[in-house]
């Protein structure tokens, strides 16, 4: 019975210890209070998590940007790309895409007509034309008096379609080349050849050049430096309405003060002015090196062939540009002007923002004013080319400041390729002595009407 009775005992012994949990292998039920305390600590740690993901910073939206250049004609864009990029507190992402001349348009006009076409996009000044015409490019002048920048108004002139009589700004012109003559400074100086100033002084200068044995212009006669020497005249001859009445089938080409500007070049070539080697000059090397070497005193082109020139020369070579060169009287402008491409926001883009953002660093002035140190390009607000030290390109900054009339635009930029292939064919020709200047600008006016008439 003993033995019966602490059996029993030890077995509810056992049984209360299993439910208490006691021992090596069990533990208490949590009370009210702990329990509540690890919700807490639980919600606790949800709210630091989710704080924690906001203080991340918002991925940023990439910005892509269709380059026709080289990047070796804008080397020092991808490096302040890259510490933008790196930068996290600024807007966007910028990627650069060099896609280079070939099949540019047609990679463009393909976005252009896509559902996410680039945010930015760089435009010829012809296909510009076309683009802003038709509407498919955002306009950009609230953008740029938001911006605050005091852009060459010249420039502006032509930052809208041709017909853009409230002045609309739907591209951001970049770098200004004048079209100019370039001279050997020593060689002048031995001769005791005074700058000239206008086409009177220019010949007296050439026959001298002449007579001592040397040739006096000599420019790339087979590619776009021979409608170059039509662009300097027309611009102040004949001024810029009617270019754009022949763009806008109003007026023709071979209009009669058109060709009184093409005789006047003509008359050069016969003059000695312009040495009449040009024509067989297809690119600009041959007649470079003719400068360079001293047996030319002048070259002629627009001041982005600077480059061209430095890449060349001896270092012992010193060259400038005729400051003012008048081929008639009272020129309508002082110096004619291309403005380069421009640089647009398709009308359709997603983020528009995001696009300014991006146009808003690359055509700023940290940016442009390294394009003025760095590559020596001159830029189209004035205050930012202070940091210019080429002689060439100080003087052409200072032309630049006479040149903010629409007037002073640039031939070479107005017309289609395929005219100007005919353009710089004819102008070789009639250096070559077999050619008229009626005779070029009929068969321009004929290659313009045959264009027109395709569409």
């Known amino acids: 019975m003993k033995k019966k009775t602490l059996a029993l005992v030890m077995t509810a012994a056992m049984a209360f210890s299993a439910l208490t949990g006691c021992g ?19 919600e606790t740690e949800a709210v630091t998590e989710a704080a924690s993901e906001s203080e991340k910073p918002a991925e940023r939206p990439e910005v892509r940007v269709l380059i026709k250049w080289s990047e070796s004609q804008i080397s020092n864009w991808p490096v302040l790309v890259d510490e933008y990029n790196a930068d996290d507190s600024n807007p966007v992402k910028i990627n650069l895409e060099f896609y280079g001349s070939e099949g540019y348009d047609d990679k463009v006009k393909a976005e252009l007509m896509g559902d996410n076409p680039p945010e930015i996009v760089q435009l010829m000044k012809t296909t510009f034309n076309e683009y802003s015409a038709n509407g498919q490019l955002m306009e950009l002048t609230g953008f740029l008096g938001k911006e605050g920048w005091n852009y060459n108004k010249g420039a502006l002139a032509w930052a809208g379609p041709l017909n853009n009589p409230e002045n609309g700004v739907y591209g951001i012109p970049d770098f200004a080349n004048t079209s100019c003559i370039f001279y050997n400074t020593k060689l002048f100086a031995e001769l005791g050849i005074e700058e000239p100033a206008n086409l009177e002084e220019l010949t007296n200068a050439a026959k001298t050049l002449n007579d001592n044995g040397y040739k006096a212009i000599v420019t790339g006669g087979g590619n776009w430096c021979a409608p170059d020497l039509l662009a300097k005249v027309q611009a102040q001859l004949v001024g810029t309405d009617l270019l754009i ?26 003059s000695g002015v312009i040495d009449k080697s040009s024509a067989d000059y297809i690119s600009d090397d041959d007649a470079i090196a003719e400068f360079v070497m001293g047996k030319a005193g002048m070259y002629t082109a627009h001041t982005g062939m600077a480059s061209a020139i430095d890449s060349s020369k001896e270092d012992d070579f010193e060259y400038n540009i005729i400051e003012k060169m008048d081929f008639v009287e009272n020129p309508k402008t002082s110096v004619s002007v291309t403005w380069g491409s421009m640089w647009c926001i398709p009308a359709n883009v997603k983020n528009q923002e995001a696009a300014e953002d991006a146009l808003a660093f690359l055509f700023g002035e940290k940016v442009q004013k390294s394009d003025v140190t760095e590559l020596g390009k001159i830029v189209n607000v004035d205050e930012w080319n202070a940091g210019l030290t080429h002689p060439a390109l100080l003087t052409a900054a200072e032309q630049l400041k006479g040149a903010g009339t ?10 289609s390729s395929k005219v100007l292939d005919n353009m710089i064919k004819g102008i070789q020709e009639m250096i070559q002595g077999n050619q008229t200047p009626a005779g070029v600008l009929d068969n321009v006016q004929k290659i313009w009407e045959e264009e027109q008439a395709q569409k």
Not at 25 to 42: L, R
Not at 257 to 262: G, I, K, R, T
């Open 24 to 42: 090596s292998t069990g533990s208490a039920p949590a009370t009210k209070e702990e329990t509540t305390t690890a919700a807490e600590k639980k």
């Open 245 to 270: 009445k022949a763009y806008n089938n109003e007026a023709k080409y071979n209009d009669p003060s058109m060709v009184e500007a093409m005789t006047i070049v003509d008359e050069m070539v016969k």
């Open 406 to 415: 629409a007037d002073s635009f640039y031939l070479l930029d107005m017309v």
